[in-house]
């Protein structure tokens, strides 16, 4: 067996990690989901998820990842054999099948922007313009899927280079480069006209808005963000050394991947007062309210690009971890190389984001459940099998696992501090499968 790889500096497992949970989630999914969801209340709720049920499902992962140092069914192979646990390793396949095939027509869409944006396509145009343009590009058939096809194509390239050459370098490189640009677009948006009412809808909260349908939005979008719940965690954190600090690398991803949220929020509401947008409307959001505010900057031009370029790089960190949970499975169980799992994998995936991208189009009918493809991916894959995972992956290390295996991989040994343990137990054991569960039934409409 050839000697498994591991990402080679603290730098390298940040960016990697804080990769996979930074991407259009923040930018894209958690600013239409707070729109629509009664903006700072949702915000709250949201903040409360991740403290309660994330942090801790993250640690629960990086233990038995790190601790296994096997894909994400083998691990649960290899901590209990004999027990169908592993399952819950099969379920994030699935999962990350389902979220890239929604989540690449997106990526598609942000690549049409950045040609747009270099070709002049948004120069000088009023906010009716992007509304339809956004409608007329998106439901056609063709022009969308070969977007998408070109991300796919990208993704494939980094993949197949490897964990350390290819996923650890390219993160180093494209994570702080986002960070800085998200930081000058927020100074842009503080002073544009609507910044007083887009940063009060965003921070000055309303709780009448909350009710069980929120809080099961929120949970699901914290789950989403931090890539929690199907196995990414679990593959990424067995890249990682006997000497990183678990404690610590969850909570600085936790705390980026909410500062990246909040600021693409920032960005983006007090746009949408500005330019007369409603906040409530859905995927679209992003691609509507950004061009208006590139049309407002000195040297739009550039920054459009630069910003559409960005979200693509994203959404890239992000995709390519949800292929590795995949990919580690296809070569570490069935001997594939890890070029041929690549292509399987990608190709898969492609079909799954053809069926997604026509159904705003072509297939704009055909409903699952009353959802079209493209929601019934999303709301599937976010709101019933990631947090399906995380109920069950804190069972398994709260209740299934050796308490002391549990603390001995978390202090690293008896080397690091772990004040925190108990707490994070009674979090595991009793509150992130209960919550998770009644936020589920009742979200769903079960106690209505
Ligand atoms: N966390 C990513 C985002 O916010 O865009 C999406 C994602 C990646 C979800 C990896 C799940 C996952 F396993």
Redesign the pocket.
């Known amino acids: 067996m050839t000697k498994r790889a591991t990402f080679a500096t603290r730098l390298g497992v940040i960016a990697a990690t804080a990769g ?11 600013p239409y989901e707070t729109g629509q969801n009664g903006g700072a209340a949702f915000l709250l709720v949201y903040c409360i998820c991740v403290i309660v049920l994330g942090l801790p499902v993250m640690l629960a992962e990086f233990t038995i990842g790190r601790s296994a140092k096997a894909n994400a069914t083998r691990t649960f192979m290899k901590l209990s054999p004999g027990s169908y646990w592993f399952i819950v390793g099969f379920l ?1 396949i699935f ?2 099948v389902f ?1 890239m095939g929604f ?1 690449s027509v997106i990526a598609g869409w942000t690549l049409e922007y950045v040609w747009q944006s270099i070709s002049f396509g948004l120069t000088g145009k009023d906010p009716a313009f992007f509304q339809s343009a956004f409608v007329e590009f998106t439901s056609s058939s063709f022009r969308p899927i070969f977007w998408t096809a070109l991300f796919l194509l990208i993704n494939y390239i980094i993949l197949s280079r490897g964990v350390h050459n290819g996923i650890e370098k390219a993160s180093n490189i494209l994570m702080p480069l986002l960070f800085v640009l998200l930081i000058i677009f927020g100074i842009r948006s503080l002073f544009l006209s609507g910044t007083a009412e887009g940063l009060s809808f965003m921070f000055h909260p309303d709780f009448s808005k909350i009710d069980s349908g929120v809080v099961l939005r929120a949970m699901g979008q914290a ?11 679990i593959t990424y954190s067995s890249y990682f050394s006997e000497n990183t600090s678990l404690p610590k690398t969850a909570v600085t991803v936790a705390s980026l ?1 909410t500062v990246v ?1 909040v600021l693409a929020g920032i960005v983006i509401f007090p746009a949408v007062f500005s330019f007369g947008i409603s906040p409530s409307q859905g995927p679209e959001l992003i691609f509507i309210t950004l061009p208006n505010v590139f049309q407002h900057m000195p040297g739009a031009y550039f920054w459009s690009i630069l910003f559409f370029i960005l979200i693509t790089v ?2 890239l960190t ?2 390519i ?2 292929c590795e ?1 995949a990919i580690a499975f296809l070569c570490e169980e069935f001997g594939f190389i890890r070029s041929r799992a690549t292509q399987l994998l990608v190709f898969i995936c492609f079909v799954m984001s053809i069926l997604c991208s026509l159904s705003f189009g072509a297939l704009s009918d055909v409903k699952i459940f009353g959802f079209t493809i493209f929601d019934f991916c999303d709301f599937l ?2 709101n019933i099998l ?1 947090p399906l995972g995380g109920m069950l992956i804190s069972i398994y290390v709260g209740w299934k696992l050796d308490r002391k295996f549990v603390r001995n991989e978390l202090n690293n040994h008896g080397k690091i501090n772990d004040w925190y343990f108990p707490a994070l137990m009674i979090c595991l054991k009793y509150i992130a499968p209960v919550a998770i569960f009644i936020i589920f039934l009742s979200g769903l409409g079960l106690f209505k």
């Open positions: 996979s949970s930074v991407g259009l989630g923040n930018i894209w999914r958690f994030g999962a990350a979220i989540y789950f989403f963000s931090l890539s929690l719940g199907m196995g990414t965690l991947d949220a994203a959404a992000s995709t971890s949800l949970v894959a976010s990631l």
